[in-house]
């Protein structure tokens, strides 16, 4: 987080990759977007909290900002992103807000994002919570997070490149 004046950094070429942002109050991500920001991508991560906010600070010429696939965002729907691709996510946050591309996230683009769909984890709870180990984010065999994503990976931490496995080195 910054508070009044800061500068922020430029990211260039970062991928985050099988990761739990968990939070409980909300969590910022915030970029600076005086240059194309298309080469940030968020793969294979699982949201979990009460509120994910994506800040375009210094966006004058509608650069491109961060691509987010293959992600799934639970009780946490990203909100004031610029020109971001949301492509193959799952949202699911049990009200009417489980939008990706919408005026939240002005210029924002994307498709085969499944909206408004539970990802059926084998042990988290329903109503959301904060990550902790004792709970399993595995997707149950019935999940329409299974095979969704791009190329026909699964979503979240446990598909992807690396994917999370709770106990292993």
């Known amino acids: ?5 800061a500068t922020f950094p430029s990211f260039e070429n970062v991928q985050f990759v099988n990761n739990v942002f968990s939070y409980s109050g909300s969590m910022g991500i915030i ?13 294979n991560n699982t949201f979990v909290g009460n509120g994910l906010y994506l800040s375009g600070v210094n966006n004058y010429a509608g650069n491109p900002g961060p691509v987010f696939e293959n992600n799934i965002f639970y009780k946490s729907i ?7 691709t949301f492509n193959n996510n799952i949202t699911y946050s049990g009200t009417n807000s ?7 996230n002005p210029g924002s ?17 329903i109503a959301g ?11 149950n065999p019935s999940s329409p997070a299974i095979g969704s994503g791009v190329a026909g990976a699964d979503m979240g931490i446990t598909g992807g490149s690396a994917p999370f496995d709770v106990g292993a080195n």
Do not use: H, M, R
């Not at 970029?31 to 793969?43: A, I, R």
């Not at 919570?129 to 997707?139: E, G, I, K, P, R």
């Open 1 to 5: 987080g910054s508070n009044g004046g």
């Open 31 to 43: 970029y600076n977007w005086s240059t194309d920001n298309s080469d940030v991508k968020f793969t």
């Open 78 to 84: 990203p909100v004031g992103g610029q020109n971001c």
């Open 98 to 104: 489980n939008e990706l591309i919408y005026s939240g």
């Open 109 to 125: 683009t994307g498709g085969a994002n499944l909206i408004g769909q539970d990802p059926q984890f084998v042990d988290f709870p």
């Open 129 to 139: 919570a904060v990550f902790d180990y004792s709970q399993d984010l595995n997707l």
